[in-house]
């Protein structure tokens, strides 16, 4: 079945320390994105990626990095730059050609800083 | 600026009771509109895509709708599995960047 993988479902993550999300998507999508949802707030966008070897920054990048050196991967590295990372992180993917427009999601991964 | 309000926040129906959720949008051009269904812990879950205004889109008791400045999604005759956060979304032309609302929280009592 064609979709997108996250993991893990659940990270914890000491002060100071930098931890890695993982996404991967065999949906043959040029594009991919990462967004953090915090209650109450909308999805906000951290990095997305357009092809391989090549990323923006979304409206909040500040605090974390990400790699696009494969189609089917993009993962996001939340530093110990970011001061409040405990929130709900979310990977898409969608096309950047043809016809369909909409992004699909992955399950996501909750962050929690102990 | 770029923004994407939906209204209400908060939504509580008794089952079989219809009713719609309203996407305001004000962008410099518009790709296409979405929306998606969100179950708490999980990742949004695609419903429609709309173009263009006039259009409309139905799948089993939702049905989307747009005009120029804002989009509906009605609920007919909804039940307590549809009780979920439903989330509008629109990409601005030239771009790959979407924006999202914050959402409408959607109970249904039995």
């Known amino acids: 079945d064609g979709g997108i993988t996250q993991s893990p479902k659940y990270l914890f993550r000491k002060e100071g320390q930098n931890v890695t999300l993982s996404c991967e998507q065999n949906l043959n999508h040029d594009a991919m994105y990462w967004y953090r949802q915090d209650p109450g707030q909308g999805l906000r966008l951290i990095y997305y990626?357009?092809?391989?070897?090549?990323?923006q920054k979304g409206d909040i990048a500040e605090g974390y990095s990400v790699s696009r050196e494969k189609k089917e991967s993009f993962p996001l590295t939340v530093t110990s730059a970011q001061k409040n990372p405990t929130a709900f992180y979310l990977c898409a993917s969608s096309p950047s050609g043809g016809s369909k427009d909409e992004q699909f999601f992955g399950p996501g991964t909750r962050l929690t800083v102990l | 600026e770029d923004q994407v309000t939906q209204s209400p926040e908060a939504l509580r129906l008794q089952e079989g009771e219809s009713s719609s959720l309203n996407c305001s949008y004000t962008v410099s051009g518009l790709r296409g509109l979405f929306w998606y269904r969100q179950d708490p812990g999980k990742g949004p879950e695609f419903l429609f895509t709309l173009y263009s205004a006039g259009e409309e889109k139905e799948k089993e008791r939702l049905k989307a709708t747009l005009t120029k400045k804002e989009s509906f999604l009605h609920i007919t005759a909804p039940k307590p599995e549809d009780s979920a956060t439903y989330l509008c979304a629109v990409r601005t032309s030239g771009t790959y960047k979407y924006i999202f609302g914050t959402g409408t929280r959607l109970k249904v009592l039995a």
């Open positions: 990626s357009q092809i391989v070897n090549d990323f």
